[in-house]
């Protein structure tokens, strides 16, 4: 088994949404952070990372959703914690933290995007769902199933 149950949840901060998910995976944090921040496996599951790789950095993402966006990283803390900030516009700057923790048959990883208005939650929600299954495939070593209706059927779910 490659990981557990994921959950997800939305809260508000200061007026802003944030998406937070969280799952368990069943490999090391190495394994689990190369996935996170290698660009050839990122694009395997997630998003096309060109750019400066280092803190400070300038990079351009292209995400299996079609987003493409100017972003930065702000945090690398190898095999721990990841934070890239996101320039959309002043109003719909976004920040996503990944944090690795490890835990008896395997790693945690939580990932928490903020800063966008209430009212988009449940798009960030239903994306977030999509990708850290896509996520899970690639660490069974499997391809990704199309994004899109896998997306719809969650946002479905979300706008309940």
């Known amino acids: 088994?490659?990981?557990t149950e994921q959950h997800?949840?939305?809260k508000q901060v200061d007026g802003r949404g944030v998406v937070h998910v969280d799952d368990l995976y069943a490999t090391d944090p190495q394994d689990?952070?190369?996935?996170?921040t290698d660009p050839a496996r990122l694009a395997q599951w997630l998003v096309t990372v060109t750019g400066d790789?280092?803190?400070?950095?300038?990079i351009t993402t292209a995400f299996t959703s079609g987003a493409?966006?100017?972003a930065r990283i702000t945090a690398c803390e190898p095999?721990?914690?990841l934070v890239v900030e996101f320039a959309e516009g002043d109003d719909e700057a976004t920040t996503i933290e990944a944090t690795l923790t490890p835990e008896a048959g395997g790693t945690r990883l939580v990932v928490e995007e903020g800063g966008f208005d209430l009212d988009r939650a449940p798009f960030h929600e239903a994306g977030w769902g999509v990708h850290l299954d896509d996520l899970a495939?690639?660490?069974?070593?499997?391809e990704c199933e199309p994004w899109k209706p896998r997306w719809e059927a969650r946002l479905q779910r979300a706008r309940l």
């Open 68 to 70: 493409q966006d100017p």
């Open 79 to 81: 095999p721990r914690r």
């Open 32 to 36: 689990l952070w190369e996935a996170v």
């Open 8 to 10: 997800t949840y939305v």
């Open 1 to 3: 088994m490659i990981r």
């Open 137 to 142: 495939a690639h660490l069974r070593g499997e």
């Open 53 to 58: 790789l280092r803190v400070g950095g300038e």
